[in-house]
């Protein structure tokens, strides 16, 4: 995504982005570190002003990013803008088809419930504090709310997909190698999580099913998270087997 954008970008200049310039794990690594909060905060709503000051360049140059960025993952975006919709007229957003875990937005409950009862009680009265009339019969929720709450809920429906997928994710993984340390009595022991990352204790050169542990635990890992994406993407988990760990 990072040379995709880079492209656009030296090409609104009139120049060539050049192999040299190219961002990968082991080229320009400092550019590719830039770059990560490009594609999750345009998902999130990031405007050209915020990914201009990120990437020191125009706003302008800002705008080729985040359009660019819509263009090349535009099922994502519809997908975030569909869950913050659903969230301000609903009051939840449902994580995923797995295990049906859901975010609920108070602010947005409580407005339905009060709506419910003006529209039972005095259907016909002006609902106060908003710049036009509409009659409680004909308003949504989001039309009884504060707009910090309304803004609130729709940015953070635009990640709770994501992010509470990836949270069921890792605790599924989690539980599934837990019954496996337990019906197989292995050596594994786990001291921590971060974020996407789980961190075992094991002896060294440790083997599980004629894999080293670092292997097995990320080949568990896979398993469980591609049973969240219906085969529309493969998910890949690295692994690092150290002497201690570090973050």
């Known amino acids: 995504m990072a040379n995709i954008c880079w492209e656009k970008i030296y090409e609104s200049r009139d120049l060539i982005y050049t192999k040299e310039q190219h961002v990968s794990k082991t080229q320009n690594k400092h550019k590719r570190t830039e770059f990560k909060p490009m594609t999750f905060g345009a998902i999130y709503g990031m405007r050209d002003k915020k990914a201009a000051e990120q990437l020191g360049v125009t706003q302008e140059e800002g705008q080729i990013v985040v359009e660019t960025i819509k263009k ?19 009051g ?54 504060r707009w910090s709450d309304a803004t609130n809920a729709e940015s953070q429906a635009r990640n709770t997909r994501i992010q509470g997928t ?21 050596d ?3 001291l921590g999580t971060v974020h996407d990352e789980l961190i075992y204790k094991h002896p060294i050169g440790y083997e599980i099913d ?13 398993t469980i998270a591609n ?15 150290c002497e201690t760990w570090t973050k």
Request: avoid cysteine; hydrophobic fraction near 40%.
């Open 72 to 90: 090349e993952i535009p099922v994502v975006f519809s997908m975030v803008e569909n869950a913050s919709k659903f969230a301000l007229k609903h």
């Open 92 to 145: 939840y957003v449902v994580h995923n088809t797995r295990t049906n875990s859901r975010r609920w937005f108070m602010p947005v409950v409580e407005a339905i419930q009060y709506l419910k009862e003006m529209k039972r009680d005095n259907p016909y009265d002006q609902v106060p504090g908003i710049p036009f009339y509409i009659e409680y019969n004909k308003a949504q929720p989001k039309h009884l709310m």
């Open 166 to 186: 990836q949270a069921d994710m890792v605790k599924e993984a989690i539980v599934s190698i837990a019954t496996d340390i337990r019906s197989q009595k292995l």
């Open 188 to 190: 594994l022991v786990l």
């Open 210 to 222: 004629g894999m080293s542990a670092g292997e097995w635990i990320s080949l568990q890992m896979r």
């Open 227 to 241: 049973l969240y994406l219906e085969g529309v993407v493969e998910m890949g988990a690295d692994y690092e087997t």
